[in-house]
């Protein structure tokens, strides 16, 4: 089980963006996450006619590495850390370190 999962809210805690928040976008199997509008870099691109795509410089998110993101606890309005932990009926949920809130109930 990821502990950083699409759709998390995350907070950038080293780095570039250090203190910057967004929501991941994906996670890629080398534990490397995208987040929204966090670590943009500009692609030079080259056109392609007849795909019709113009090119030029585009902006796009480059993967950050998991250990530079932190889920954002939204009761501290702090980075947490995650646990995992199985419930009774053998589900295991997410939870956060800091104050036992599970996040997927």
């Known amino acids: 089980m990821r502990k950083i999962r699409k759709g ?3 907070i950038v805690i080293a780095g ?3 203190g910057r928040k967004g929501a991941v976008i994906g996670v890629l199997e080398d534990d490397m996450v995208l987040v929204e509008n966090i670590n943009r870099v500009k692609r030079h691109t080259r056109g392609n006619p007849q795909m019709n795509k ?3 410089i585009l902006e796009k ?3 950050l590495h998991v250990s530079k993101v932190a889920l954002f606890n939204p009761a501290t309005q702090k980075a947490d850390r995650i646990g995992i932990k199985s419930l009774a009926d053998g589900k295991r949920v997410r939870y956060f370190k800091s104050n036992g ?3 997927d109930a």
């Open 16 to 18: 570039r963006d250090k």
């Open 101 to 103: 809130e599970m996040i």
């Open 54 to 56: 113009a090119g030029g």
């Open 61 to 63: 998110e480059a993967p």
């Open 8 to 10: 998390d809210n995350v």
